[in-house]
């Protein structure tokens, strides 16, 4: 009976590993775990040309050098994903270096059977050394890791250790490895409990690497240096055989007494950041990726005035019709887009404060959530003067353009109401056509009336300032602003103790006064009360209404307040436009709060409204205190009338107007009170004279603008040759801002247009009269 060779080795699961051994023409080993269940011949030779006398398996056999251990526990852990693996490794022989090609899988119908084929692949002298020199440098580059890296088996003892881990337990990787040393004797946990020692498959985490004895290792960089222990953390994995148990730990260990150190170097900075953090005159803030507030500095907590802003939305603290704009902004920042301008919103808060937002994309922290630096400068006071300077502009310019149409109508006016005087004279009351030129008269003086509200909005128009009690002029005005509100309204006056003295054109405030009265009757459809209060009030530092600043001082306040149905938010910047009203179609002019504003910003003061829908209004006028001099006068209105009295005279008058239809109604009006006129159209004209009419000329009449030789210009040729000249000024502008071009001509008189023929006659009896 013949016997083959397989049929003496063994059990049918040892023949079946030798056969699937001997059918490869490379090195190749059957494992089962770590066991070797077979080998063929070329493997016991690779394993003698290595110095091994045989019978290991292949992570035995090539894993005892540094890196190696590592390639063949990749090489395990990627089997259960059936398919072949393959690495290449380098490993001291007999003869030098071998470069071997390592490729394991799993046996085909067995169970945790794997299949080793380690093949040869470089056989010259060249390659060898490439791959000897790339390994030393491996080699040498993991022993010389500034951190500390370890291998240890599941029961705890060293398979591998690094010198710089082996240096901080004062010790060499030859003493670690191989040894009975075991991790708990070197190692400690951070936190560790009496008699609890370490062990392998703990999670890692700060711990305390303990030297061994009389090596004094821990006198260098340990974090307690009277234990000789060094703090330390540790990173481990676990790498699992084929079956899913550990085959060993590996752990990363840094040392942590370099970290403390550089915390210590940095804290001064961060204390530095911090302070300037805190201290900045912006709002700055952090924002995650959902916009939510996780960090702010004091500038922003003052900006927002709340105390509640953490873990808030910041679209959430600003007005709701900017919070999509916002959010979208920050969004499109956070993507890394670039705008040519910062977003600015206004903050929703006890005061509201309007900030321009800069922002950065986002950025990575620590804790690997994402994070938004924001910065917000507080331009409150910049738009508020922005905003007062388009409002004095656009003041400007429709005063500049209510001058000049005030200028145009009160000759148009001046000529309308003097023809209708001249027929007047014709036609007495009983007259079938006095009616009619009486309705012309009074439409021209109510166009007369619209115009001097336009100067009073432009502030052009002619103020006679006087010392004033204001409860006197409200006690005067009372009957009249009781008939003018009628008597579904209550009206309430309160007089302030000891109130100051002002100086205001009398005219133009009680103007005011029944203007505001007459607007809080509209506003009070349904009745209600009007209640005009007057107080002294003291500015000890400037205060901030609206767009106005009023500076410190003492001021006489005016308040008169209604309780009507309020002035709606969108009209509040507007209210003070000129032709603007919110009435019915032929119900207002839209004049009247601006004349009101344009009377107290040239009396010198302020007005400040606040409303709200359904509460009222209330305008509040700070006029300035007067304090009285001996210069001052008690304040007195001549009331009289120039008609009551005799308006003829005689002498010769020089009349120069542009205007041909002012010119012949003057000139006719002046004849008919006996006085002699000589006409011209120009300031040229009337110098062109003959001399003997020019020296016997007693009064001279003149428009103030007329083109080329103005009216100024022309009384200071004229004085020339008649010191004695007597001047009357007619214009349609306003006296005050002919100051500068009169100041020319030194004791003159002014007569505003549109006048009437009493005043023309009053006036020129009244110069001629005078003293030279």
């Known amino acids: 009976m013949t016997l083959s060779f397989a049929s003496l080795i063994g059990s049918p699961r040892r023949r079946a590993a030798w056969l699937l051994a001997e059918a490869s023409p490379f090195a190749r080993a059957i494992t089962r775990g770590h066991d070797l269940l077979a080998d063929n011949t070329a493997y016991r030779v690779l394993a003698a040309r290595l110095g091994n006398e045989g019978g290991h398996a292949p992570d035995v056999l090539l894993g005892g050098e540094i890196g190696n251990a590592e390639t063949i526990s990749r090489l395990q852990s990627l089997l259960p994903l059936g398919r072949a693996v393959q ?9 030098g270096v071998l470069s071997l090609r390592v490729t394991a899988m799993l046996a085909p119908g067995r169970r945790n059977w794997v299949i080793w084929d380690i093949q040869e692949v470089a056989d010259n002298a060249a390659a060898l050394v490439a791959v000897r020199q790339q390994r030393d440098e491996l080699a040498a580059f993991i022993d010389n890791a500034p951190v500390g890296l370890y291998s240890v088996a599941p029961d705890g003892r060293f398979l591998f250790a ?18 009975d040393l075991l991790l708990a004797d070197v190692l400690s946990h951070g936190e560790a409990r009496e008699n609890e020692a370490m062990t392998p498959d703990w999670a890692g985490g ?5 030297p061994l004895p009389e090596s004094g290792a821990g006198d260098n960089g340990t974090d307690d240096s009277s234990a000789g222990l060094r703090l330390v953390s540790v990173s481990q994995t676990m790498v699992p055989d084929a079956d899913g148990r550990p085959l060993r730990y590996s752990a990363v260990v840094h040392d942590l007494g370099l970290e403390l150190r550089q915390r210590g170097t940095l804290r001064p900075v961060e204390a530095e950041f911090r302070r300037f953090f805190d201290q900045a005159p912006i709002g700055i803030l952090v924002l995650d990726s959902a916009g939510t507030i996780r960090e702010a500095n004091a500038a922003f907590a003052q900006l927002c005035g709340r105390e509640d802003w953490l873990g808030q939305r910041l679209a959430a603290l600003v007005r709701e019709e900017d919070a999509l704009m916002l959010t979208r902004h920050l969004i499109a920042l956070r993507r890394g887009e670039t705008f040519s301008r910062a977003l600015e919103v206004r903050l929703d808060g006890p005061r509201e404060r309007v900030v321009e937002v800069f922002a950065a994309s986002s950025a990575e922290r620590d804790d690997g959530q994402s994070a938004q630096l924001v910065y917000l400068v507080d331009t409150t006071e910049q738009r508020s003067l922005q905003t007062q300077f388009h409002q004095s502009q656009k003041m400007q310019a429709v005063g500049q353009l209510a001058g000049g149409i005030a200028h145009d109508f009160n000759n148009l006016l001046t000529a309308m109401i003097g023809f209708c005087d001249l027929l007047l004279q014709r036609h007495q009351p009983g007259d079938q056509s006095f009616a009619d030129i009486m309705q012309i008269k009074q439409n021209a003086s109510r166009a007369a009336n619209l115009v001097r509200q336009l100067l009073a909005f432009s502030r052009q128009q002619t103020l006679v300032p006087k010392v004033l009690d204001i409860t006197d002029v409200l006690a005067d005005l009372r009957n009249l602003i009781g008939r003018l509100i009628g008597e579904t309204i209550t009206l309430k006056m309160v007089h302030g103790r000891d109130l100051g003295l002002i100086k205001v054109d009398q005219g133009q405030l009680e103007q005011v006064i029944i203007n505001l009265a007459v607007n809080a009757r509209d506003a009070m459809t349904e009745g209600g009360e009007l209640l005009i209060r007057t107080l002294n009030h003291a500015l000890e530092y400037a205060m901030q209404l609206g767009t106005e600043t009023i500076p410190p001082g003492d001021y006489v306040l005016i308040e008169v307040t209604d309780s ?3 002035i709606a938010p969108e009209n509040m910047a507007k209210i003070f436009d000129p032709f603007f009203t919110t009435k019915a179609v032929g119900a207002g002019t839209g004049l009247g709060l601006s004349t009101v504003y344009g009377i107290i910003k040239q009396t010198g003061g302020f007005i400040h409204v606040e409303s709200a829908p359904g509460e009222g209004a209330c305008f509040r006028l700070y006029l300035p205190r007067h304090k009285p001099t001996a210069d001052d006068l008690p304040a007195s209105r001549d009331d009289a009338r120039p008609d009551s009295r005799d308006l003829t005279g005689q002498g010769l008058v020089l009349l120069v107007e542009d205007e041909d239809a002012v010119r012949a109604f003057a000139a006719r009006a002046l004849r008919n009170k006996g006085y002699t006129v000589i006409e011209a159209a120009s300031g040229e004209q009337a110098l062109a004279l003959p001399e003997d009419q020019l020296d016997r000329v007693e009064l001279l009449i003149s ?3 007329m083109p080329n030789l103005d009216g100024p210009s022309l009384a200071a040729q004229l004085r020339t040759r008649r010191p004695d000249l007597k001047i009357l000024f007619i214009s349609g502008y306003a006296e005050d801002s002919l100051r500068t071009n009169m100041a020319k001509s030194a004791h003159v008189n002014f007569l505003p247009k549109p006048f009437s023929l009493s005043q023309l006659a009053g006036k020129v009896k009244e110069v001629m009269d005078s003293p030279a």
């Open 703 to 705: 428009d103030v603008v």
């Open 564 to 566: 009507g149905h309020g």
């Open 162 to 179: 690094n010198r710089s881990f082996a240096a901080w337990v004062g010790t060499v990787p030859e003493q670690l490895v191989g040894s």
């Open 87 to 95: 690495e290449d490794v380098a490993i001291h022989g007999a003869g």
């Open 206 to 210: 700060e711990a305390k690497l303990r």
